[in-house]
């Protein structure tokens, strides 16, 4: 049996052949659509919190020089661990939260630990970027912030699943059409007809040469100016974060937007708690178990454990639990903050603590069932609310008055029948 299809024939460098060699054009394959590369986020969020430390030298035993080294890179370290400047920000009553406008303090807050969040944007700060790619400043495909390779790679899925519904009905129209099961009309072959002519004339468009025809030439427009696009984007830090930024770390200072004037620490403690409540409260109403007090008492647990902690409120919960934060992986624990009263002195209050301890079966099984469907474990978190302090003006030793609450973890998982049979 013989083949029709041309063979090539290979010849010495030397000798010279007698009938021309066949030439082929092979066709090329379709470019694969360009693929972003994300940045090394291990690089860029190396730092879990924004804080500069060093490393002691290695201790040696047998040489006794190396403790002396030790203690004199303790005392005299020669790099503070502390930015300088402090990072400053400006409180708002009208959004409750602190404004940071910088940006060496914002790419510092968001890079190292996760801070805050883009008042335009989902929670990177990526508005300004957006805006420059919708003004043609930068490229399609140039620094593309994680919203739009999030939507690209949904479109990419939606693309992919349309193609694969395509497909599986042809075939199964034409397993029908085998079977006797269907009759093909003169509708549906004229319809397949023409989709095998729009693909043929696709794929014999690509083989198709122009032919090269100059043009005279034109003059040349001036060049397009750069486009400066002001970023009116800032940072929000809820009340938590910015007190452990301010009070937990050292690195923020937080001003008054109407005077323009650095709030002292010790006054920080009691004006958040008073913006916990809506409307605000004045300092004399504040009870040991204020909002803010018991969310920070939480936050501040977890973020000493080393976890990342956002707001839950997307998934009715408090706060989120990242192992090293959100471009790295999807929450694993869904935090909720309850009240717990066991001191003896509010067994007499109590009105008072079945009101905030006790919760309706429903309201449970709701938050529970959210976040089973999310591939989030629940954990309750027990707040230990001591009774209120006795002298005045204790509060405002505030590590004092913070070691007075004690948390506890109830982690709450659903039971399914079909799961937990064993």
Request: glycine share 4%.
């Amino acid at each position: 049996m013989t083949s029709s299809a041309p063979s090539i024939t290979i010849t010495p460098a030397d000798s010279t052949p007698t009938h021309p060699a066949p030439t082929f054009t092979l066709p090329t394959p379709p470019a694969a659509p360009a693929r972003y590369k994300k940045p090394n986020y291990n690089v860029v969020h190396a730092l879990p919190l924004p804080l500069t430390t060093v490393p002691l030298p290695p201790l040696i035993p047998h040489n006794p020089l190396s403790l002396l080294h030790i203690i004199i890179a303790y005392l005299f370290p020669g790099t503070t661990s502390h930015p300088s400047p402090l990072h400053v920000g400006a409180f708002h009553a009208s959004t409750r939260a602190i404004h940071v406008t910088d940006p060496q303090s914002i790419k510092a807050f968001w890079e190292h630990g996760f801070f805050g969040k883009g008042s335009l944007s989902r929670s990177e700060p990526t508005w300004v970027i957006r805006k420059r790619r919708a003004l043609g400043v930068i490229g399609q495909n140039e620094a593309l912030t994680s919203e739009e390779v999030t939507m690209r790679r949904r479109e990419e899925r939606k693309e992919f699943k349309r193609e694969r519904a395509r497909a599986e009905k042809e075939r199964r129209e034409k397993q029908l059409a085998e079977e006797g099961k269907i009759v093909r009309g003169p509708d549906d072959d004229q319809e397949k007809e023409q989709r095998d002519s729009a693909a043929a004339a696709s794929s014999s468009s690509k083989s198709i040469t122009f032919a090269t025809v100059e043009l005279p030439p034109r003059r040349r427009s001036p060049e397009r100016p750069v486009v400066e696009v002001e970023d009116l984007e800032h940072l929000q830090l809820t009340l938590e974060e910015s007190f452990f930024l301010s009070f937990g770390l050292g690195v923020l200072q937080i001003k008054d937007s109407k005077t323009d004037e650095i709030i002292p620490q010790k006054d920080l403690l009691s004006m958040f708690r008073c913006q916990s409540y809506f409307p605000p409260r004045t300092p004399d109403m504040l009870q040991p178990d204020d909002p803010f007090l018991l969310n920070y008492v939480v936050y501040h647990h977890f973020r000493s454990l080393g976890w990342v902690v956002k707001s839950g409120i997307k998934f009715a919960v408090d706060y989120l639990l990242y192992n090293r934060g959100p471009v790295f992986t999807h929450a694993e624990f869904a935090i909720l903050v309850l009240p717990a009263y066991s001191h003896p002195y509010w067994d007499h209050d109590r009105v008072r603590k079945e009101e905030r301890e006790k919760k309706p079966w429903h309201w449970l099984h709701c938050i529970n069932r959210v976040s089973s469907q999310v591939k989030k474990t629940l954990i309750l978190v027990y707040v230990e609310v001591p009774p209120p302090l006795e002298k005045t003006g204790a509060e405002d030793n505030v590590p004092k008055m913070l070691a007075r609450y004690k948390v506890r973890e109830v982690a709450l998982r659903r039971w399914l029948v079909s799961r937990n049979r064993d």
